[in-house]
Nanobody
């Protein structure tokens, strides 16, 4: 199983990025998918999730700024991040999980928000 995250980078406050996660080795459409992030010195936190039946949820801190989506035809997960703030600086990870037993993580992509 591989979850390959990409799309991170250095962006100024107020800027936007589109993070992608390419999945392989799983039946992608069956899995609930999440984006997590971990900022330096902080615990990993759930940013956004989309279930296999397309329900979405967001952390309060990103509501209205981030949009999670998935494309089952391409086994891909996305996170559109807008109006970025310095506190959004973190490594962003994608996670795939199905039931309790099957839980997979990608390697992360770094987002740095700085002027």
């Amino acid at each position: 199983v591989q979850l390959q995250a990409s799309g991170g980078g250095l962006v100024q406050p107020g800027g936007s990025l589109r993070l992608s996660c390419a999945a392989s080795g799983i039946v992608f459409s069956m899995y609930d998918m999440d984006w997590y992030r971990q900022a330096p010195g902080k615990e990993c936190e759930l940013v956004a999730g989309v279930t296999s039946d397309w329900k979405t949820n967001y952390a309060d801190s990103v509501k209205g700024r981030f949009t999670i989506s998935r494309d089952n035809a391409y086994d891909a997960l996305y996170l559109q991040v807008n109006n970025l703030k310095p506190e959004d600086t973190a490594v962003y990870y994608c996670n795939a999980h199905w039931r309790i037993r099957y839980n997979y993580w990608g390697q992360g992509t770094l987002v740095t928000v700085s002027s």
